[in-house]
DNA sequence: TATGAATGAGCATTCATTCAT
DNA sequence: AATGAATGAATGCTCATTCAT
């Protein structure tokens, strides 16, 4: 009997095998034969599972992206003793650090070919990445608010704080900000009750 | 003898003739052919006054930014009547607005490009940028603190507003996000006094 | 299961098929499009077979400059009746003959290719086209000494003839100067026993 | 009265500037813009002078040439303590030479052009540099001739030396070849009185 | 006479995709 | 199901030459 193999289950196999392609060459310098070397697959047989080249890139992606996330979302977890302002600091930090310079600079590829065509797939991940970045920051904010160290309605903040660290992330990318300061800066406002507006 | 072209005239003049081709065609296919034609100029010509075709390309993004900021600087200063609030919303929403739809989309491409090739050139002119964007800012917080609308350290805020106006730049192009929904409750939270932080 | 083809056999197939081609129109003025059209290939498969348009040219001219010394042997090697001398002189104005003009006009160009740029292949190549030349011509010469018309040192000849002819046929092409009488006045002076030095 | 330039004089001038630049450089790699420029005129006044680039080219290759023979002749003659066989092997190997490195390159690529461009012009600059090769060479014979070195008709070889070292030249440039051993065995083979065909 | 701005033909090379086997 | 040979459209850039001033 023929082996039946599960068109998802291999889409995601033959996207695994170039993570390591992806870190050395990024993501606008990919062809798809090296692709198919990399998966020790025929460049035809690519075609078996994927339409066109965009949509391999992006299952690449996809695995990456994740990945960071669940880094993230492990590297929170396992940190119990620190506070949740700590916390933040960390989440916020962390693909700015010098272990994550590769997949920082995947995600880069990431938001700029997003940023340029957004399909109903670019478009669903993206809101997906959301949920799992603010299901992180609902974590540490709520187990805050639990420790008192923030007030209830902390929890409005999560979009904002998203926002901010897109920003943060071209930001950096782009000019010459020191993410450490910024975020630190950032921080501070949110828990040092620094009021802006004027109270009349 | 020969006619002596001010070369950085010239430049400009290319680049102003361009403006519509970027508009209808977007960035990334934009041909060096389609460019010469636009400005009613020979191939050759092109490269007389720019070395590549980046260069073209980034004269082009730069007359559109400044065109923007100009317009944005304009719009503040004529509406004297509004409140401080009304002006950062304005201001933070003027971007997304149906009559600037192709000039957003030239500016998520510029932010597209400048994300993954960080050249000294894209570098300067992006924190020529942030400066703008921080000079208008600044004015209009300004009038807020004179109006008894903001506290003194509002000025403060000005990094992280523009972190979090590019991150929702981002977030729109992607996701789908409701600019003018979150912009609400963005100026909201400065100018209502919002405490995130306990009291302790 | 696709063909496997034989990448060697598949480079002499294409370098063959342009013969005419570069009969016609010279090394110096073929285009890599005009190549995959005598070979009734697309221009991409070229690419296949060979790094770049140099790689190409150098095995059309390979295949000539080898067709050349095939000649040549065969012509030596078939006419038994000519004493050494006649042999000599039939080797060296061979390629001056009017039958093989065009392949002269080929061997020229590689000369002239050859001259300004000494990649190892050119110099590989070189090197393997004086070893031929010179076991033709060794064994013009060991026939001449068993037939008593030349004396054994002979052999250190080959060399020095093999530069006389090189420079015979780059001033051939360049000036007017007539290959027969030279070759004439070179082979007398061989056979002649002519003594340039003085007896002291 | 204006100043009346003559046109012959003009072109040896526009010349003259670009010997720097053809050593720098090479012949291949030259433009017109790079002349104008070394000359310090307009690239229109070019064109004032030669009817193309060719001729330009050739002009100045026409200086260097003529300025190594003069080099040879002055190295020649001011060497009167030499022997001829001295002399004759100083004359053949000072364009191998580390001296004549860079002018060795550039007559390679007059030699190159010239293969396969055989115009009138450079037909008779070739011959013109034969006729100077064969004075000098010439000189130093007739002086073997009155030192007892070398018989009468030695005066005969001269082509033949001439296609050897032409030959040498070109084998030099391309294959692996010693020059300075090939000269001493072909000296040798001269002043060496070696016999090669039978005395029958 | 001198100029230098303008020109545009010309060309090697890449790579996603197809399809015969 | 798997393959990899074949493809050809698409494009940035150079540079000799012209010609208006």
Do not use: H, R
């Given at each position: 009997m023929a082996i039946i193999v599960d068109k998802e289950e291999k889409r995601r196999l033959i996207a695994l095998s170039c993570k390591g392609l992806l870190l050395?060459?990024?993501?606008?310098?990919?062809t798809v034969a090296?692709?198919?070397?990399?998966?020790?697959?025929?460049?035809?047989?690519?075609?078996?599972y994927f339409a066109n080249?965009?949509?391999?890139?992006?299952?690449?992606?996809?695995?990456?992206?994740?990945?960071?996330?669940d880094d993230l979302l492990i590297a929170i977890n396992n940190n119990n003793t620190l506070s949740c302002r700590e916390k933040m600091e960390y989440f916020m930090m962390l693909v700015f650090s010098e272990a994550y310079k590769k997949e920082f600079s995947i995600y880069k590829e990431f938001l700029s070919?997003?940023?340029?065509?957004?399909?109903?797939?670019?478009?669903a991940f993206r809101v997906n990445c959301h949920n799992s970045f603010e299901v992180i920051l609902e974590t540490i904010i709520n187990q805050g608010i639990e420790n008192d160290e923030l007030h209830q309605n902390a929890i409005a903040m999560i979009p904002m704080i998203r926002y901010f660290h897109t920003g943060l992330i071209v930001d950096v990318s782009i000019g010459r900000v020191n993410a450490h300061m910024e975020i630190?800066?950032?921080?501070?406002?949110?828990?040092?009750?620094i009021i802006y507006g004027e109270n009349r």
């Open positions: 050395e060459n990024g993501i606008k310098n990919i090296q692709i198919a070397k990399a998966a020790n697959i025929g460049k035809g047989t690519i075609y078996e080249k965009d949509e391999i890139v992006f299952e690449i992606i996809m695995l990456f992206v994740e990945q960071i996330q070919i997003a940023l340029c065509s957004a399909t109903p797939d670019t478009v630190g800066s950032f921080i501070n406002s949110i828990f040092g009750n």
